[in-house]
C-alpha cells in the first residue's frame, strides 16, 4: 500500500514535470515565468497555512502535485531583494494557486466561487451596523481615544451622498433622537467606563488579528503577493475618524459652550503668577494632561465640558474649513468601502463555512459592540447633563 502512494505521487510529480516542459517549450524560458518591476513581498512564506475547514486538502495539493510551483515561489522568497528571481515571484505565486485551483472538483469550486461573492458583500453588511461620519467625529471631540478604538473596531462607516454634508450637531435633537441617558453617579459611572474601553479593544483587537489570519491564508486574484491589502482597509478607517474630528473640533472652538473647560485656564495662569515661568508652564502642562485623562474616561453622560448645547448653535455659521473636512471625510468613508469590497471579492483559497465563521461573523460582532457603545454615549450627550 504504501508503495502505491509513493508510486502514484512520483507519478503526478511526473505529470507535473511534464506540463512544466511543455510550457516552457511552448512560451520560451523567459516568458513562462514574467518578472515584474514592482512586487510587494510577503511578510511571511505564503501558502504554508490555509483556513481549516479545507487546510489538509489544500495543503496536500500544495507540497503534492503542485510542488514544482512552490519549490520556486520559496526559491524566489528567498531571493534576494530586487534579484531577477524576487521579481518572477508574483507571476510564480500566481502560476501556484491555478495550480492548485486546476485540482479542486467543479463542487469545491463552485464553493470558493461563492465565498468571494458572500465576502464581496462584507463592506455592506457591515456599514449597516458601522457608525456614521457625523457620530463618529462628534464623540471623538469628547473622548478620542474611545472613538479611535470604535474606528478600528467597526472599520466601515455608515455611507451617506458623497459631497453631502453631514452635521455632527443634528445628532443632539431631531426626530428619531429621543433615546437619553441622564446622569450616572458614583462607582457606576467608573464602571460602565472601564467596561466600554475593555470591550472596544476586545473588538479592535478581533478586527486587526481576523484581517492579519485572512492576509496570511488567503490570496488575491489581483495581487498575490500582497498580504496587507485586509489589514490595510482596517486601519484606514481611523484615519477617516481623524478627519472628520478635525472638522467638529473646528466647529467646537469657533462656537464653544458656555462651561467649556479651556476657558478656565487664565484664572489658573492669574493664581500662579508668584512663581517662574518656567515651572509654571510645567505645572501647567501636567495640569492639561491630568484634565485630558480625567475627559477622556468620563463618560458623555456626565460630562461638564459637552461640546454643542442641544442646538443653540444651530443658526450660527460654520467655518467652511470645517464643512470642507466633513465631506472629504464621507468621499474617504466611500473609498474606503469600494477598497474593502475589491479586497474581500477577490480573497482566494477560502471556503464558504471559512469566510462566514471566521471572517465575517467575527467582524459582525466586533461591529455590534462598537455600535453599542457609541449609541450609549450619544445618548449621554443628549441627556440633561450635570
Same mark, same amino acid.
Given at each position: 500500500?504504501?508503495?502505491?502512494?509513493?508510486?502514484?505521487?512520483?507519478?503526478?510529480?511526473?505529470?507535473?514535470? /511534464?506540463?512544466?516542459?511543455?510550457?516552457?517549450?511552448?512560451?520560451?524560458?523567459?516568458?513562462?515565468?514574467?518578472?515584474?518591476?514592482?512586487?510587494?513581498?510577503?511578510?511571511?512564506?505564503?501558502?504554508?497555512?490555509?483556513?481549516?475547514?479545507?487546510?489538509?486538502?489544500?495543503?496536500?495539493?500544495?507540497?503534492?502535485?503542485?510542488?514544482?510551483?512552490?519549490?520556486?515561489?520559496?526559491?524566489?522568497?528567498?531571493?534576494?531583494?530586487?534579484?531577477?528571481?524576487? *521579481?518572477?515571484?508574483?507571476?510564480?505565486?500566481?502560476? #501556484?494557486?491555478?495550480?492548485?485551483?486546476?485540482?479542486?472538483?467543479?463542487?469545491?469550486?463552485?464553493?470558493?466561487?461563492?465565498?468571494?461573492?458572500?465576502?464581496?458583500?462584507?463592506?455592506?453588511?457591515?456599514?449597516?451596523?458601522?457608525?456614521?461620519?457625523?457620530?463618529?467625529?462628534?464623540?471623538?471631540? #469628547?473622548?478620542?481615544?474611545?472613538?479611535?478604538?470604535?474606528?478600528?473596531?467597526?472599520?466601515?462607516?455608515?455611507?451617506?451622498?458623497?459631497?453631502?454634508?453631514?452635521?455632527?450637531?443634528?445628532?443632539?435633537?431631531?426626530?428619531?433622537?429621543?433615546?437619553?441617558?441622564?446622569?450616572?453617579?458614583?462607582?457606576?459611572?467608573?464602571?460602565?467606563?472601564?467596561?466600554?474601553?475593555?470591550? /472596544?479593544?476586545?473588538?479592535?483587537?478581533?478586527?486587526?488579528?481576523?484581517?492579519?489570519?485572512?492576509?496570511?491564508?488567503?490570496?488575491?486574484?489581483?495581487?498575490?503577493?500582497?498580504?496587507?491589502?485586509?489589514?490595510?482597509?482596517?486601519?484606514?478607517?481611523?484615519?477617516? $475618524?481623524?478627519?472628520?474630528?478635525?472638522?467638529?473640533?473646528?466647529?467646537?472652538?469657533?462656537?464653544?459652550?458656555?462651561?467649556?473647560?479651556?476657558?478656565?485656564?487664565?484664572?489658573?495662569?492669574?493664581? #500662579?503668577?508668584?512663581?517662574?515661568?518656567?515651572?509654571?508652564?510645567?505645572?501647567?502642562?501636567?495640569?492639561?494632561?491630568?484634565?485630558?485623562?480625567?475627559?477622556?474616561?468620563?463618560?458623555?453622560?456626565?460630562?461638564?465640558? *459637552?461640546?454643542?448645547? #442641544?442646538?443653540?448653535?444651530?443658526?450660527?455659521?460654520?467655518?467652511?474649513? $470645517?464643512?470642507?473636512?466633513?465631506?472629504?471625510?464621507?468621499?474617504?468613508?466611500?473609498?474606503?468601502?469600494?477598497?474593502?469590497? $475589491?479586497?474581500?471579492?477577490?480573497?482566494?483559497?477560502?471556503?464558504?463555512?471559512?469566510?462566514?465563521?471566521?471572517?465575517?461573523?467575527?467582524?459582525? /460582532?466586533?461591529?455590534?459592540?462598537?455600535?453599542?457603545?457609541?449609541?450609549?454615549?450619544?445618548?449621554?450627550?443628549?441627556? /440633561?447633563?450635570?
Amino acid at each position: 500500500m504504501v508503495s502505491l502512494l509513493k508510486w502514484i505521487v512520483a507519478a503526478a510529480a511526473v505529470i507535473q514535470k /511534464a506540463k512544466a516542459d511543455f510550457d516552457m517549450n511552448l512560451y520560451g524560458p523567459y516568458d513562462y515565468y514574467t518578472s515584474n518591476p514592482i512586487t510587494p513581498r510577503p511578510w511571511p512564506d505564503q501558502f504554508e497555512t490555509f483556513f481549516p475547514n479545507n487546510n489538509r486538502m489544500l495543503t496536500n495539493f500544495s507540497t503534492g502535485i503542485c510542488n514544482l510551483t512552490l519549490r520556486d515561489y520559496r526559491a524566489a522568497f528567498r531571493a534576494p531583494p530586487g534579484s531577477i528571481e524576487a *521579481r518572477k515571484m508574483l507571476s510564480i505565486c500566481n502560476r #501556484h494557486e491555478a495550480c492548485i485551483y486546476g485540482q479542486l472538483v467543479p463542487s469545491v469550486a463552485l464553493n470558493y466561487q461563492g465565498a468571494s461573492i458572500f465576502l464581496g458583500l462584507a463592506p455592506y453588511i457591515l456599514s449597516t451596523l458601522g457608525p456614521t461620519v457625523a457620530e463618529l467625529s462628534l464623540l471623538s471631540v #469628547h473622548r478620542p481615544f474611545l472613538s479611535f478604538l470604535i474606528s478600528l473596531g467597526a472599520p466601515v462607516s455608515t455611507p451617506t451622498r458623497v459631497f453631502d454634508f453631514d452635521d455632527p450637531r443634528d445628532l443632539l435633537s431631531g426626530k428619531g433622537r429621543n433615546l437619553a441617558i441622564g446622569r450616572i453617579a458614583g462607582w457606576l459611572a467608573i464602571l460602565i467606563s472601564a467596561v466600554q474601553y475593555v470591550l /472596544a479593544g476586545l473588538a479592535a483587537t478581533n478586527v486587526i488579528s481576523t484581517m492579519i489570519a485572512v492576509g496570511q491564508k488567503t490570496t488575491l486574484a489581483w495581487a498575490c503577493t500582497t498580504q496587507f491589502a485586509p489589514l490595510l482597509w482596517a486601519v484606514l478607517a481611523s484615519f477617516v $475618524a481623524v478627519v472628520a474630528m478635525a472638522g467638529t473640533l473646528m466647529i467646537k472652538w469657533t462656537y464653544p459652550s458656555g462651561d467649556c473647560r479651556y476657558g478656565k485656564t487664565s484664572t489658573y495662569v492669574g493664581r #500662579h503668577t508668584n512663581i517662574g515661568y518656567a515651572p509654571r508652564l510645567i505645572a501647567l502642562f501636567w495640569r492639561n494632561i491630568g484634565q485630558a485623562l480625567r475627559s477622556e474616561i468620563t463618560i458623555c453622560a456626565n460630562r461638564n465640558d *459637552r461640546a454643542f448645547g #442641544h442646538g443653540r448653535e444651530k443658526h450660527t455659521k460654520l467655518p467652511k474649513l $470645517a464643512v470642507f473636512l466633513h465631506i472629504a471625510a464621507g468621499c474617504m468613508s466611500f473609498v474606503l468601502f469600494l477598497f474593502g469590497t $475589491a479586497v474581500f471579492s477577490a480573497l482566494q483559497l477560502v471556503t464558504f463555512i471559512d469566510a462566514f465563521a471566521r471572517i465575517i461573523a467575527r467582524l459582525i /460582532a466586533s461591529s455590534v459592540i462598537c455600535r453599542l457603545i457609541l449609541i450609549f454615549e450619544l445618548a449621554g450627550l443628549r441627556g /440633561a447633563g450635570p
